[in-house]
């Protein structure tokens, strides 16, 4: 997926600090059925008296239809089989996991840290987008697709010294006893299927674990050396800031604890930049369900070729496969076709396929662990390039090749980006699109080539499309690379349909070619390389 030219790594501190701040602070009215973690002690209703979550359901009064009787709450609370309780093996990423909560704890001796998993996101009314746990609580616990919404990992400081303590807390599965299981939507079973139990949580993920009820105890208590991921969950960061003010031993002023805040963020960033063997098999994993992605779609060509909004059907053709294969799409699949190449973030996907255009496919198919591939390819509709297609093709295989050959441990991810515009501009300029020469083109100040390539090169990738965003940019731009880093390659060229800089021709062609890049310790591995990328593969791979 195109990188963005100015990354939020590339902002300040001050900015940083501001982002938190005003993700903080956010004074909108909120619905507290809507975030589990913080309603601990909300009111229930009536249709729900018996209901022992705390989370009053969705079904509100004026429209539920629900049986309250306890004549009815006796009755379908009865008569029901016992379930397995065979408790699992720790997952595979429980290891590394423990090993990164470690590494973040050292950072912050005698802090408590508190990476909530997030809520579900209101989609419309009632109705929700599909959950997706935050990256951050993710790679400290190892919990991906299956994870449960409003829970929170706590690290708690020893009192001892530095070492921590994990818990996690989350909402367990409640007994047939409560209204919960048939009568709340947004969290009974009936409506969203059974949830794992404590033990079973605990030892899947190599976790303490506790009820999330008993978290408000923690949550309430004055404590101006608790951090919080800020952007998680809005009434967790704000029940953090009123235990951090109702300390009395507090001396920061609110902007240094939103530094302080915006740090951790930081530090949980910038752990990810290096991949762990865990991490980078999985994202083998998804580059190769990524791969079948393609071949799905190069084997429906001929109904997308036929159907007016064909790009709808690149994108159900790919997200079939993401569903079957992984837990979903790592972002908006982009399948621009002819002119709406050009436009680097094309998601609304409505436009035809057709023979003689160009298509862009940048998709990347995300597993349940939730790392994502990123992968694009710019193929002919018709099966065969033509010669000025094939021209702008070839030039920007080689940039990408170009940046490959130069990765190796010890250089900085910038000189990438570099070397790919080199030939961008040398290849631009050879075709008389530019008014100096390449060389000129290239100074800080000229930069004539860019207008054909707006974008980043690269890109990390990982747990997020764009991983490892909030790093420093002396870590990531200004970063030296080092074995396990892993992050793309996608230099580009597009010329506008209405662009008067270059000859008739070229109006309308965008292409863009990406890989999936893994340093190693003596170079670099395409992860992505299986993926036909040459001119000729590709044909070949559409006949």
């Known amino acids: 997926m195109a990188e963005n030219e100015h990354p939020a790594q590339n902002a300040s501190p001050e900015q940083n600090a501001g982002l938190a701040q005003n993700a903080g602070l956010v004074k909108e009215p909120v619905d507290a059925r809507r975030l589990g973690t913080a309603a601990i002690a909300s009111p229930v209703s009536s249709a729900a008296a018996h209901d022992t979550s705390g989370v009053a359901p969705r079904a509100t009064e004026n429209r539920s239809t629900t049986p309250a009787s306890d004549v009815f709450q006796r009755y379908i609370g009865a008569n029901w089989a016992e379930r397995p309780t065979a ?27 508190l990476i909530p998993a997030g809520s579900a996101k209101v989609r419309s009314n009632d109705t929700d987008y599909p959950y997706r746990a935050h990256s951050a609580f993710a790679y400290l616990t190892g919990w991906g697709s299956d994870s449960v919404a409003g829970s929170v990992l706590v690290l708690h400081p020893n009192t001892a010294g530095s070492s921590h303590t994990a818990t996690l807390y989350f909402r367990p599965a409640a007994g047939r006893d409560s209204s919960e ?21 605990a030892a899947d993920l190599g ?15 004055p404590d101006a050396s608790c951090l919080v991921v800020r952007d998680a969950d809005v009434l967790i960061t704000a029940r953090v800031d009123s235990r951090r003010a ?28 290096v991949k762990d063997d865990y991490e980078v098999s999985q994202l083998r994993l998804a580059v190769a369900a990524t791969a079948r992605g393609f071949d799905d779609v190069i084997a429906d060509r ?8 064909g790009e709808r059907l690149v994108e159900g053709t790919f997200y079939r496969r993401a569903r079957a294969d992984g837990n979903a799409v790592g972002y908006d699949t982009i399948a621009a076709s002819g002119a709406h190449a050009c436009i680097l973030h094309w998601v609304r996907n409505d436009g035809p396929v ?26 002919p509709v018709s099966g065969v390039f033509s010669a000025v297609q094939r021209r702008v093709y070839e030039a920007v295989l080689e940039a990408a090749d170009a940046a490959f050959q130069i990765v190796r441990p010890g250089i900085r991810f910038r000189e990438l980006h570099q070397t790919a515009m080199a030939i961008i501009a040398e290849r631009t300029a050879e075709w008389g699109l530019l008014p100096v020469s ?23 990738l990982g747990l997020d499309v764009h991983d490892c965003a909030q790093a420093r940019r002396e870590l990531y731009l200004d970063g030296v690379l080092e074995a396990g880093m892993v992050f793309t390659i996608e230099p580009g060229l597009y010329f506008q349909p209405d662009d008067l800089t270059v000859p008739e021709e070229y109006r309308g062609i965008g292409v863009r070619i990406e890989d999936n890049i893994l340093v190693t310790a003596t170079g670099a591995e395409n992860l992505s390389i299986g993926i036909p990328r040459t001119a000729d593969d590709v044909e070949r791979w559409l006949r």
């Open 87 to 113: 408790v699992p093996a720790p997952r595979a990423a429980a290891a590394s996991a423990a090993g990164r909560r470690e590494r973040v704890a050292a950072q912050y001796p005698q802090r408590t840290l």
């Open 181 to 201: 299981f048939y009568a709340n939507p947004d969290i009974g079973e009936f409506w969203t299927g059974p949830r794992p139990t404590l033990d079973t949580v």
């Open 207 to 221: 976790l303490e674990v506790r009820a999330i009820s008993e978290l408000s105890e923690l949550l309430d208590a």
């Open 246 to 273: 109702a300390d009395p031993t507090q001396s920061a002023t609110p902007d240094a604890l939103l530094q302080q805040d915006a740090d951790l963020a930081r530090e949980l960033s910038e752990l990810r930049l």
């Open 302 to 309: 001929t109904a997308i070729i036929a159907h007016p909004r």
């Open 354 to 379: 057709l023979a003689g255009d160009l298509m862009l496919l940048d998709a990347g198919i995300e597993l349940d662990s939730y790392y994502t591939a990123d992968i694009t390819r710019t193929l």
């Open 438 to 460: 390449a060389a000129e083109s290239l100074k800080p100040e000229n930069q004539f080539h860019r207008r054909y390539m707006v974008h980043g090169t690269s890109h990390h």
